[in-house]
């Protein structure tokens, strides 16, 4: 008997734990839910894309861009107001990962952040013109990594992996690896409104699912492409210096004007990791793919494909992290590189200043620019 106190007090702390811990769930739940349910500040990129497309509530779509275009009418079901919001968070998303552009970057972006190792990596650097990259005249560009287009191929399978990947699976392999980041949980707003707004711009280009479209994915370039002069390192410098250091710094950390973003990092702690697939060593293809059909901003389609292996190659070869799989040793080396190499290189590197960044011909938003090292 003496000891039923004793059994009653842990009893009972145990029960106001368990509660806290309830009370604490309740309490986030209801406040993700005030802010699905709150009007959402877009950016100035998603203001003019979703607004060229038409979303507005309703019980139905018609799409402007294939009324304009095929000079048809395409009616499909309409958006709720909920199913527009989710919308225009996820555009918010893919054009401002950070929260740069957002007055409360947690609550804006779900702290989209969090997943993200570094202050620069957002979705459209890779997926560009906030992941439906056009012309002028609206052609849909190849090789330009559309979400779009993405979207409809609804389970993949991977041949990196081995495994048959949902759209939501892929978009954890680009926080883990392109964004050198972590994995957001399968059911994150996060996950859930950036495939909203895909699924959208799919349904906006009248893209249909299984087909293939020239604008998924970067359009690979492997070797048996080129001249077959071998990828040269000493070339790649060289078209670096002459073709993209403007933009991305001397040292591939990118460039930062007046607190701006001109052009994200190619290497160090805020470029992707050893194990994204762009990785020249990891996979040899996509990298330089991407560069052809997406570099330099305004002049996309100008270099051969073995000058876009070259510069790949160079790339893979500056000081990244590392990535899961590569242990405790290679990301203590990396981690060594990325601190003593860049001062190293500013000490032996030219003291001529590099030229101008090229003017952005991106489809995204023109005051979302920003990245450091201004060599």
Known sequence: MPKLPGKLFRVTVLLVA????????????????EIRKAAVALTPGCTEKLGRYGLTPGEQYESPYVAQRAAVRTVARGYSEEDVRAVQRGCNIVDDSQGTLASEPWRERWNAKRFIRGSHASCDHCHRGIGDLQDASGNRLPGSNSLAASWTMG?????????????????????????????PNLADDVIRDVTAYSRFLSGALDLKIANHYEEQGIDEIPASATLKQGDDYIRGEALYKDKCQGCHGLQGLGLELNGQLIAPAV???NAWNLQSRNNFYFVSTILAGFICRNMPPGQENTLQHQDCRDVAFYISNLPRPAGDRQGPIAALQQQLFMAVMPPLLRLSGSSKAPPPPLEHASASTPEKVRVENAE
Do not use: W
């Open 155 to 183: 389970d993949m399978y991977d041949r990196f992996t081995g495994l048959l990947l949902p759209y939501e699976l892929r978009q954890m392999q680009c926080y883990i690896n392109s964004s050198n980041g972590f994995k």
């Open 267 to 269: 290497a160090g702690p």
């Open 18 to 33: 368990f509660g806290s811990l309830y009370l604490v769930a309740l309490h986030k739940h209801a406040e993700r839910e």
